[in-house]
C-alpha cells in the first residue's frame, strides 16, 4: 500500500503514551483546510514519537502516514470490530508562499488604439 499525505493546522499534541514496556505512543490531531474542513487524528509511535516536537498549535504542516487497521473480537459469540490507525512517519512544516513570490502568472498589460 502507497504511503499517504495530508496538509493541515496542528490544533491539538497529547503526551506520550506508554501502553506497555515494550509500546509507546502519542496522538496529534490537524484540521485539514478544505471546503468541508476534517478533523483528523495521527499517532506516532516507538522511536517516531518525537516527531511533533518543535510543532505548536497553529502550525500549517505535512503528515506523511502508513493506513494501518486490524480487527478485534472480545469473544467469539461478540461482534468482529475493526479499528484502523494513521500512523505518522514524517512530518514537515508548511510555508506558505508570500505574495509576489514568482509562482503567480505573470500580469500582462496591453496598449490599444480602442477608444473604450
Keep these: ?6 496538509e493541515g493546522i496542528l490544533k491539538r499534541v497529547s503526551d506520550v503514551q506508554e501502553i506497555s514496556e515494550r509500546f509507546k505512543k502519542r496522538e496529534f490531531v490537524i484540521e485539514t483546510q478544505e471546503q468541508y474542513p476534517q478533523v483528523i487524528q495521527f499517532q506516532s509511535v516507538q522511536d517516531r514519537v518525537n516527531l511533533i516536537d518543535g510543532f505548536q498549535p497553529g502550525d500549517k504542516i505535512e503528515v506523511f502516514f502508513n493506513l494501518r487497521g486490524r480487527e478485534w473480537q472480545k469473544d467469539p459469540s461478540s461482534e468482529v470490530r475493526v479499528f484502523v490507525t494513521l500512523d ?12 509576489g513570490s514568482g509562482d503567480e502568472a505573470p500580469a500582462e ?5 480602442l477608444p473604450f
Design 88 to 99: 505518522a512517519w514524517r512530518i514537515s512544516k508548511v510555508e506558505d508562499m508570500p505574495a
Design 1 to 6: 500500500m502507497e504511503p499517504f499525505k495530508v
Design 109 to 113: 498589460q496591453y496598449e490599444d488604439d
